[in-house]
């Protein structure tokens, strides 16, 4: 039996931050990237919301012998939702994809205390970056909402777990993205 994919489209896009088989760029059709907070964790993080006439890069990735119990896990806050049909790709067979969304009804904006860490934007532009170039990370700024939420500038000490170092120049392209977004960045106490 051929193993199931995931379809990433936030930080599981930056392969730096998995280790899952075969990551390949797809496209989800009808759902839109939001940022979210949920009672399940400390801080806002993405999700997908429906949006009949949107469309979003990802990736997606084997998850070997099905064995999804890790990236339930790390995904803990979202249900896994089926994805055949809503996602395209070039492999040349159909595999079984999923996806994770947060349930609508756990769906709350983030606020000062709960905020964007700047440490997993980072992780998630450095992967769209990689995969998709400068044109993928303007397409994720652009089919993302909820932009008003503060982000927590916490580079200097990271709390999200899978951070990466970027390197200057991507560094400055987030901070440029966050400036014409008139982003609230807070500092971290």
């Known amino acids: 039996m051929p193993h199931p994919y995931f379809f990433g489209y936030g930080s599981l896009v930056n392969t730096a931050t998995h280790d899952y088989l075969d990551p390949q760029p797809a496209r989800l059709s009808g759902w839109q990237r939001s940022w979210c907070h949920t009672a399940l964790r400390d801080e806002a993080f993405l999700s997908v919301v429906p949006a009949p006439q949107v ?8 998850v070997p012998n099905a064995d999804w119990q890790a990236l339930d896990e790390r995904e803990f806050a979202y249900d896994r939702l089926p994805g055949n049909g809503l996602i395209s790709h070039d ?15 756990s769906q709350s904006q983030g606020d000062t205390r709960h905020p964007i860490l700047l440490s997993y934007l980072d992780v998630v532009v450095q992967g769209h970056l990689q995969i ?15 932009w008003d939420a503060p ?25 440029r993205y966050l400036a014409d977004l008139g982003s ?3 500092p971290q106490a």
């Open 55 to 62: 469309q979003i890069d990802g990736l997606i990735a084997a």
């Open 91 to 105: 492999l040349s067979r159909s595999p079984e994809i999923s996806f994770y969304s947060v349930p609508p009804h």
């Open 132 to 146: 998709f170039g400068a044109a993928g990370v303007d397409d994720f700024f652009s089919t993302t909402l909820g």
């Open 151 to 175: 982000i927590l500038n916490d580079r200097a000490a990271p709390k999200y777990p899978r951070h990466q170092q970027l390197s200057v120049s991507e560094t400055a392209m987030v901070d």
């Open 184 to 186: 609230n960045i807070i």
